[in-house]
């Protein structure tokens, strides 16, 4: 068993407070996409909560917010640890340790008009670096073909960013983890995400319960619900839960635009004080012009040209592989700064396209058309699945 970390010295408490204190709002402003009212600082600066992430494999030092008129990248997980949390979350209950969940990659383009969220399968089987659970300072060895969503059970954070830069070149600096009673609590702030939903869904494994065909306004457990029911919807896979998933996100971000959130006060402090009281965050993401430069950037992307999409894979009995020359392609296309765009065919398998859903909003570059990229680029992988902010679609039950 390993010994409890030494205290902090007051030099390092002083500058974990600084850093509570610099984020005081952001987080509110983040995750509202631009809003700029600053609200309850001191109360919001003391929920923040930091980690250090793992060296970058070339050592640079991130980004300041000077150099935010070129691409960045942000890594999002969303935990499954619930022990302690006091709510039970369909089967399985009140359960120790905790995985990622949920695991997005965010890349925005150096020209600032496009941006790319991958999401990586929990289930995908991957090789994961040497890591340190920088709680109880364990070290795990490197390890080859393991479940995905391992990662933040065997060294947190950090060594969830590890993996995904062993898998995409990408190094991160930045990087937030929110818990099941964040997705709760941030929900019910919203007032609830709308949500389309093909028929009646009855998931006893994560309590999801919609009676019919519809669109609902989901918070609280129910958007839990949904964002980790997996046997309820489409073909019952972990990549039907993940296209459900971009169905909230699409859904999440377009609500988060509207002019009534971003003028209303009592949903402004709700937003950030769930955020802060339910997210761990990378010093290095911890810092107000850092967010804010951020929160101003993708405040100002036109939807339809925020893709979600699957990271690429292949079978590999009941767990997925990488489909490394998919990966590669997607990742150059995105690391290009191409916008991608994705075609109603190509909605995921737990969603399909919404028969209300609206045309593109602005007009297509030069060469390109509204539903592809510009005619001199490299094609997306055939395997690549996903959807944009701009499109309205409907979740589909199992076997529907």
């Not at 890349?107 to 990586?120: G, Y």
């Not at 998933?245 to 859904?251: E, I, K, N």
């Not at 002019?259 to 810092?287: C, F």
Request: hydrophobic content about 40%.
């Amino acid at each position: 068993m390993s010994l409890p970390p030494p205290a902090p010295s007051s030099r390092r408490r002083r500058r974990r407070r600084l850093r509570r204190f610099l984020t005081l709002t952001v987080i509110g402003i983040l995750v509202i996409a631009g809003g700029t009212v600053a609200i309850a600082a001191i109360r919001l600066s003391q929920n923040v909560t930091t980690v250090e992430l793992q060296p970058v494999r070339d050592s640079e030092e991130p980004p300041t917010v000077a150099d935010f008129d070129g691409e960045f990248d942000v890594l999002l997980v969303g935990s499954d640890g619930r022990a302690g949390q006091g709510v039970q979350y369909g089967e399985g209950g009140d359960v120790e340790g905790s995985r990622n969940d949920v695991t997005l990659l965010l890349h925005v383009n150096e020209a600032h008009d496009a941006a790319t969220v991958i999401s990586f399968p929990r289930d995908l089987l991957v090789d994961i670096p040497a890591c340190t659970d920088p709680e109880t300072g364990s070290t795990w060895n490197a390890g080859w073909r393991v479940q995905f969503n391992e990662s933040l059970a065997r060294g947190g954070l950090g060594c969830v960013a590890s993996t995904v830069t062993a898998l995409t070149g990408i190094d991160l600096a930045y990087a937030a983890e929110i818990s099941f009673t964040g997705v709760i609590e941030a929900s019910n702030a919203v007032g609830g995400v709308p949500i389309c939903f093909a028929g009646p869904i009855h998931d006893r494994h994560s309590g999801l319960e919609i009676p019919a065909a519809g669109t609902y306004d989901l918070s609280g457990e129910q958007a839990l619900a949904l964002l980790r029911s997996r046997y309820g919807v489409g073909d019952g896979s972990d990549l039907a839960r993940i296209s459900t998933q971009q169905v909230f996100l699409s859904s999440l971000v377009r609500t988060l635009r509207d002019q009534s959130t971003l003028t209303d006060p009592v949903k402004l402090y709700g937003i950030a004080d769930a955020a802060t009281r339910n997210m761990t965050l990378s010093t290095q993401l911890a810092d107000l012009g850092t967010l804010t430069s951020m929160a101003k950037v993708f405040s100002d992307l036109p939807l339809e040209n925020i893709a979600f999409v699957s990271y690429p894979h292949l079978p590999a009995g009941d767990r997925v592989v990488p489909d490394e020359a998919a990966a590669a392609a997607l990742v150059e296309r995105v690391r290009a700064g191409d916008t991608v765009s994705i075609s109603a065919d190509r909605t995921g398998r737990g969603s399909e396209l919404s028969e209300d859903a609206a045309p593109p909003t602005s007009e297509p570059d030069d060469g390109a058309t509204e539903e592809g990229p510009p005619a001199d680029a490299d094609p997306l992988p055939e395997n690549l699945d996903g959807q944009s902010a701009a499109q309205d679609t409907c979740v589909r039950p199992y076997g529907g």
